[in-house]
Each structure stands twice: as structure tokens, then as C-alpha cells.
């Protein structure tokens, strides 16, 4: 019988405490990795979450949000091979968010 460690299985997997983007707004932080995947509220957005892996305060974080302009950001970044990266975030009006 095999072991599970032979069989050389990864899982893609963000560390770190889940944060509220909230506690990071207009405060930098690194962006280190994200992915997009299907929200649970489907009727708000474009449908789709986005999960990002930053380091705040020099600790590892997760942050879930539906903001489609951070969405939008982060595959343009990713399409220049920008990762990982410094940004704030700015809350805009009347509920967003987007990378400065």
C-alpha cells in the first residue's frame, strides 16, 4: 500500500487569518497571489469572488471579496507578470474597492 506523502499530492491553499478588507483599506500591503472563483451570492457582482493572499503587517492574510474592479485589476497585473505587488486599496463610492 502506498503512502499518501509517495504520492506527491499539492493543494493550491492561501495561508493566514481571514481579514475583512476593511482592516486594509488606504494602509499598503503586498499582494502576493489571488484567484477567482464562483460566489456563493451569485446575484451580486459579476457572480464571481475574488480570493486574495497578501502579507499585512508583516503576517500572511486572506481577504474574500466580490469587488469586480479588484477582479479586473488583479488579471491585468497578472497578464504583465506583476505578482507580487505593493498597493493600498481605496474604497469608492458607493460600495468598491480598487488598488492604488
Known amino acids: 500500500m502506498k503512502n499518501f506523502s509517495d504520492l506527491n499530492i ?3 491553499h492561501f495561508t493566514g487569518k481571514k481579514i475583512e478588507i476593511e482592516e486594509v483599506v488606504n494602509h499598503t500591503i503586498e499582494v502576493l497571489d ?5 460566489s456563493k451570492y451569485q446575484d451580486k457582482g459579476n457572480g464571481n ?4 493572499q497578501i502579507k499585512h503587517e508583516d503576517k500572511d492574510r486572506v481577504i474574500f471579496t466580490g469587488s469586480v474592479i479588484l477582479q479586473q485589476q488583479c488579471i491585468k497585473v497578472k497578464e504583465m507578470n506583476g505578482f ?15 488598488f492604488i
Request: cysteine-free.
Open 10 to 12: 499539492q493543494i493550491e
Open 84 to 98: 507580487p505587488f505593493k498597493a493600498k486599496i481605496e474604497a469608492i463610492k458607493p460600495r468598491g474597492y480598487k
Open 34 to 38: 489571488f484567484k477567482i472563483e464562483p
Open 49 to 52: 469572488r475574488l480570493v486574495l
